[in-house]
């Protein structure tokens, strides 16, 4: 049975004319420890799709389901990590991991709290800024204490809502490498949003395209056959690397523009002259007398 | 900790330029700041006795000539002249009643320290005669004689603060565990937001009026002092609703990031209650703290002046009921003081809520 099942899912937002179609007939199924990459535009409802499944929406069609039953809200076993970190700016690192670890083990004793919390931040290589406040840390530093935050439940799954978009292209490739290491250690069901191409190919088994919005539905899967560990030094030289990223890259610039070719309308531009301002004369005008123009 | 203090207060930045003149660092710039800072509020300040000077002088000229012009009509030039002499003389009995000058209200400033020291000598005299007397009583379980006699102006200016203190804090434990309640849910607070709109804008006087029919009743078999009660209940009522709608408001819009982790995370009413919310509002609520003490302050005056409940309300109307040369002097030093404690109360607060703000 399939870990994740999505099954003719659609979801809108709105009501009456305003009323927008996110996401159309959506099926997917993700396999126990698989990682799968869904690569998108922006505002093709790549978020949507991840708040059906970490249960902070709920399908408005179709259904969601974790291990054969219906998702009724978030849980612990299925953790998130969001695409501005949100971390709370008046904790610590270590406070902000420990809200993780007090919902997840509430009796545990404070010793062994304190051990984990120190475990995790390891684990994302932040234990010199463990006593640090959020806004003291970097745009990479935060993302990798949110990494941290959704480890610390112990989840079985790992969502990802575009968590390295926000980073530069270095320390996004650090930290693919590092997520990749943490996924490999116990082989949890991750699922990564993306809008890169690349790191989709980097990081997962199987990417999925999904095509853009309204109405979004999902492409074909495109399977990843590259050994791992994947150093991206060394398969941007790959063949099967290159012909991947193109086919990828090629199926969504076509539905891109067949999409965007249905969009184009014809605006008739009102025929307008500018109005020319008339020469000031300072003084009384005398009677008849006409504004002259340029 | 120090230096925070420094920083937040404005001090710093107050001082700076001083500081760096004395130390020799780009002089020019520096004494440019300095202009800037102290020489144009200072040029600001003089313009502004200036001219209240000149408007006191015009107004008590005038009031001055409509005195002689009256003593003519009523008895001829021999008393216009007796009291255009008695005016010049300075003579108490027939200065005209009119805007004081700067120089009235120092003078009167100084004669309030030195009724004030009057006044505590008198009193610390008093509490050594009472002291034995006093040990005794408190030994048989009677309570202490206390000082009666006419409150100083030092004496009005602590009383006020003690009732604005005690109104602001009733406010702000009516105000905030409410407007979080109203905050958390939609359904309150669209079913409350009527009232609070309604009872947001009514005048002090009114609560005034209100508090006193409830508190006499409440009262009416008890001895505290209950002029005192109803001053600082009804500044707290009226100076609440600033809170109140801060308090609700930074509650229902914690920003969205936050509450989807709080969702994620499964946390429990308390934890999200004590961990995201609050600190996410904090701010906002002390704004509306902010607000509220300054409101409370304001209304504190008019309401100390009609319950008749002692402080610099019930000094500035006394002094206005009581119409000596100096009244008038007396009520513009009480302006002064007002505003001044005022701006100070509002400074501190602006402190509190700076170190109460978090950055992103």
Redesign the interface.
């Known amino acids: 049975m399939a870990y994740l099942e999505l099954k003719n899912v659609s979801k809108s937002y709105g009501t009456g004319k305003d009323r927008v179609e996110v996401l159309k007939d959506i099926n997917l199924t993700i396999e126990e420890g698989e990682f799968v990459a869904i690569v998108g535009f922006t505002g093709s409802g790549k978020t949507t799709l991840i708040n059906l499944i970490?249960?902070?929406e709920f399908p408005d069609e179709g259904e969601v389901l974790l291990q054969g039953k219906p998702i009724t809200?978030?849980?612990?076993d299925?953790g998130?990590v969001?695409q501005?970190y949100?971390l709370?700016?008046?904790?610590t690192v270590a406070q902000n991991i420990k809200?993780?670890i007090?919902?997840v083990y509430p009796s545990a004793p404070k010793k062994e709290k304190q051990e984990m919390i120190e475990k995790y931040v390891g684990m994302v290589h932040l234990s010199h800024a463990i006593d640090k406040?959020p806004?003291e840390l970097s745009g990479g530093m935060r993302q990798r204490v949110s990494v941290a935050r959704a480890l610390a439940?112990n989840p079985k799954m790992l969502l990802m809502d575009e968590p390295l978009s926000a980073l530069d292209a270095l320390t996004r490739g650090t930290l693919q490498e590092e997520i990749v290491n943490i996924w490999g250690e116990d082989r949890k069901t991750c699922l990564l949003i993306t809008n890169d191409v690349d790191e989709g190919i980097v990081m997962a088994d199987r990417i999925i395209p999904l095509n853009p919005g309204p109405k979004a539905t999902l492409g074909p899967n495109f399977k990843v056959d590259l050994a791992r560990p994947r150093v991206i030094a060394e398969i941007n030289k790959n063949d099967v690397y290159k012909h991947l990223r193109n086919e990828i890259l090629e199926y969504l610039i076509d539905v891109g523009a067949s999409r965007s070719g249905q969009k184009t309308a014809q605006y008739e531009l009102p025929d307008l002259k500018p109005v020319m301002p008339g020469r000031i004369k300072w003084g009384f005008r005398k009677k008849k007398e006409k504004l002259q123009y340029f | 900790m120090k230096e925070r203090i420094l920083q937040l207060t404005g001090i710093q930045a107050f001082l700076a330029p001083w500081i760096s003149v004395i130390k020799g660092e780009e002089v020019q710039k520096n004494v440019q700041a300095l202009l800037k800072s102290y020489i144009y509020p200072l040029l600001s300040i003089l313009l502004f006795i200036g001219i209240w000077h000149a408007g006191a002088t015009y107004l008590f000229n005038k009031e001055a000539t409509a005195k002689i012009e009256k003593a003519r009509t009523e008895r001829g030039e021999a008393g216009a002249l007796e009291m255009q002499n008695c005016i010049i003389s300075g003579d108490v009995s027939c200065q005209p009643n009119t805007l004081p000058s700067p120089a009235k209200v120092w003078d009167a400033y100084l004669s309030l320290l030195a009724d004030h020291k009057i006044i505590s000598a008198k009193k610390d005299a008093f509490e050594l005669k009472v002291a034995k007397t006093n040990e005794k009583r408190i030994a048989k379980g009677q309570d202490p004689i206390t000082y009666t006699g006419r409150p100083s102006f030092v004496d009005q200016i602590k009383t006020s603060l003690k009732t604005v203190f005690a109104g602001f804090l009733l406010a702000a434990f009516i105000a905030i565990p409410i407007g979080i309640i109203i905050g958390l849910s939609t359904t309150l607070r669209t079913s409350f937001n009527w009232l609070i709109q309604i009872l947001k804008p009514v005048s002090p006087v009114v609560w005034l009026l209100l508090v006193f029919m409830i508190v006499k009743t409440v009262m009416s078999d008890s001895d505290m002092d209950k002029s005192f009660m109803i001053s600082f209940i009804s500044v707290g009522l009226c100076s609440m609703w600033a809170t109140l709608v801060n308090t609700s408001m930074g509650v229902s819009t914690v920003d969205k990031?936050?509450v989807?982790?709080a969702?994620?995370?499964?946390?429990s009413i308390g934890?999200n209650i004590f961990?995201?919310v609050l600190?996410?509002s904090l701010p906002m609520i002390f704004t509306g703290l902010r607000i509220t003490l300054s409101v409370a302050w304001m209304v504190l005056i008019a309401i100390e002046l009609l319950a008749q409940s002692p402080g610099l309300g019930s000094f500035v109307w006394e002094e206005f009921q009581n119409g000596a040369s100096d009244s008038n002097a007396k009520i513009i030093v009480a302006m002064f003081v007002i505003g001044m404690i005022g701006f100070m109360l509002d400074r501190i607060m602006m402190v509190v809520q700076k170190m109460m703000s978090?950055?992103?």
Do not use: H, I, T
């Open positions: 970490n249960g902070l809200g978030p849980g612990p299925r998130v969001f501005n949100s709370l700016p008046w904790l809200l993780a007090d919902e406040l806004s439940m | 990031d936050f989807n982790v969702k994620v995370l499964k946390l934890q961990k995201v600190p996410s978090f950055n992103k």
